[in-house]
């Protein structure tokens, strides 16, 4: 299955890692520098935020708001994700806390841990996770 591209309009940041010469450095934003602006919040809407994390629509929506507000000026977009979808995954509660960050209620801290067994022996289907 061969698959059909539109042509890119902007390669700076391919060919800067490809090790190519080019004309300025490229540009791009933390999506995590966003959560301040008005149209995050209207994007995001009641949903938490793993609920972004795991919604295709949500998560591209919020990829691509940098490069719509600074049009021009940002060559590529970071997806929308976090790093702690990975601990959830693997069967562990982690909670993002309003104004203070995330938060695991059981820390998995050492091998004497009531969870390190099941984490350490969870099989993972991650198509189903990600879905």
Not at 80 to 94: E, H, K, R
Request: hydrophobic share 40%; glycine share 6%.
């Amino acid at each position: 299955m061969e698959h059909q591209f539109e042509p890119l309009q902007n390669d700076l940041i391919l060919r800067t890692a490809w090790g190519q010469k080019v004309e300025r450095p490229p540009m791009w934003v933390m999506r995590q520098a966003g959560r301040y602006l008005p149209e995050y919040h209207e994007a995001k809407g009641k949903n938490d935020f793993f609920e972004c994390c795991r919604s295709p629509e949500i998560a591209s929506t919020l990829t691509l708001q940098p490069i719509e507000r600074f049009a021009g000026l940002v060559d590529a977009a970071i997806i929308f994700s976090d790093i702690l979808v990975i601990p959830q995954a693997m069967g562990m509660t982690v909670e993002m806390v309003d104004k203070k960050g995330p938060h695991f209620p059981e820390p998995l801290e050492s091998p004497e841990d009531g969870q390190y067994e099941r984490v350490l022996n969870k099989k993972v289907d991650v198509a189903a996770e990600l879905d």
